[in-house]
């Protein structure tokens, strides 16, 4: 994919999520690095009600709780903790009905990322329609955004 190609799907996802929140109201979670460790800090109540969890089941707990697709999301984390955008989409486990188009944020302090700041738009899952059966093809956690800069590759199906 081209780099023009790229920055213009950037900017789509984001107006995309951008318009969802003004629409339907925020969905929003933060990420902190520990150690080697990935760990939840903060997800809103829309975010919770929408993927079917509470506050206790995801603040402070890591992306290896059980829940989630953790290797995939380390490795798209990996990349935000570098300083890039990251965008993904995913199927939440608990909410089959649904899929969340995610653009990660890393927040810098002093020139290092601190923390990311995830911005969700939720999606009804639907078997028929162009957008169901091309999200159906690929894994249920899907990274689309390129690779941090000094590497020129694509992200292949990880």
Do not use: W
């Not at 919770?48 to 995939?72: M, T």
């Not at 059966?133 to 894994?139: D, F, N, S, T, V």
Request: glycine content about 6%; proline content about 4%.
């Amino acid at each position: 994919m081209s780099e023009q190609k790229q920055i213009e799907l950037k900017n789509v996802l984001k107006k995309m999520i951008r318009s969802y929140a003004a629409e339907h109201g925020e969905m929003i979670f933060k990420v902190v690095k520990v150690k080697d460790q990935y760990l939840f800090s903060a997800a809103n109540t829309k975010l919770l009600q929408a993927i079917n969890l509470n506050e206790k089941d995801v603040v402070g707990s890591s992306i290896y709780n059980g829940r989630l697709p953790a290797e995939d999301m380390k490795y798209a984390y990996d990349i935000a903790f570098n300083g890039q955008e990251i965008f993904y989409y995913f199927f939440p486990p608990l909410a089959s009905d649904i899929f969340l188009v995610v653009y990660c944020e890393p927040i810098f302090l002093n020139g290092s990322v601190v923390e990311i700041k995830g911005h969700c738009a939720s999606l009804k899952n639907e078997s028929d329609g162009i957008i169901g059966e091309l999200l159906h093809y690929y894994k249920p956690f899907k990274l689309i955004n390129p690779l941090p800069k000094e590497d020129k590759g694509e992200i292949k199906d990880k």
